[in-house]
């Protein structure tokens, strides 16, 4: 089955704790991107890749690194979290680059940063 | 930066009812315009999307419409039914981005 894969899909955690949010996909796709879904804020995105090692900003990177080292792989990196990050977040892959291609989510993990 | 406008942020009709949420955009260079619906505790799915040379696309009961030169693009529902309840985005994409609107709770009341 074709699908993207998030773990952990939920997670209490606190402040300054380095965590790592994973994310696979199993379509081939080079295109990863990873948002953040915030009441009345719509999805924002965080980072974007669009093949194996090439990675870049969204409109909400600061606080957040990720890597493209697979393929199939995005993880999400929150180095030192604050509660501001609390949010519900959605790893998401494309077939390629490039607009005129869905979008596929992941369930989405529920951080909470107390 | 670009952004996207999206209203109402709420709407409530009746099963049966039509159903029209619209967004605008402000980045002219933007040729895709897909629409997502998420349901309460879910992913958000894609619904319908439509591109740049194209100005009217239908799907059933769903339909939206593009207008280029003034920069925005509408869904339409007709026929309204309780499973249409949930939040509902647009986005405009070029290339690598996707910026969405803010979203549209429906709700379909019975």
């Known amino acids: 089955e074709a699908q993207v894969t998030q773990n952990p899909r939920y997670l209490i955690t606190v402040t300054g704790k380095k965590l790592t949010v994973t994310c696979s996909q199993n379509?081939?796709?080079?295109?990863m991107s990873w948002y953040r879904q915030d009441p009345g804020l719509g999805l924002r995105q965080i980072y974007y890749?669009?093949?194996?090692?090439?990675?870049d900003k969204g409109d909400v990177p600061e606080g957040y690194k990720v890597s493209r080292k697979e393929k199939r792989n995005f993880p999400l990196i929150l180095e030192s979290p604050s509660p501001n990050q609390t949010s519900l977040y959605f790893c998401?892959?494309?077939?390629?680059?490039?607009?005129?291609?869905?979008?596929?989510f992941g369930e989405g993990s529920w951080l909470t940063v107390v | 930066g670009e952004n996207v406008e999206q209203h109402p942020s709420t709407l409530s009709v009746q099963e049966g009812d039509s159903a029209v949420i619209k967004c605008t955009y402000s980045?002219?260079?933007?040729?895709?315009f897909p629409w997502y619906k998420q349901e309460l505790g879910k992913r958000p799915q894609l619904i319908i999307d439509?591109?740049?040379?194209?100005g009217e696309k239908k799907d059933q009961r769903i339909a939206v419409t593009l207008n280029k030169t003034a920069k925005h693009f509408s869904l339409h529902i007709t026929e309204t039914q309780p499973e249409d309840s949930a939040v509902y985005f647009c986005?405009?994409?070029?290339?690598?981005?996707?910026?969405f609107g803010t979203g549209t709770r429906l709700k379909v009341l019975a």
């Open positions: 986005a405009a994409s070029r290339t690598y981005k996707y910026i």
């Open positions: 439509i591109r740049s040379n194209v």
């Open positions: 980045d002219s260079a933007s040729n895709y």
């Open positions: 890749s669009m093949n194996v090692e090439v990675t």
């Open positions: 379509m081939n796709h080079e295109y």
């Open positions: 998401a892959s494309s077939p390629q680059q490039g607009s005129g291609n869905t979008i596929y």
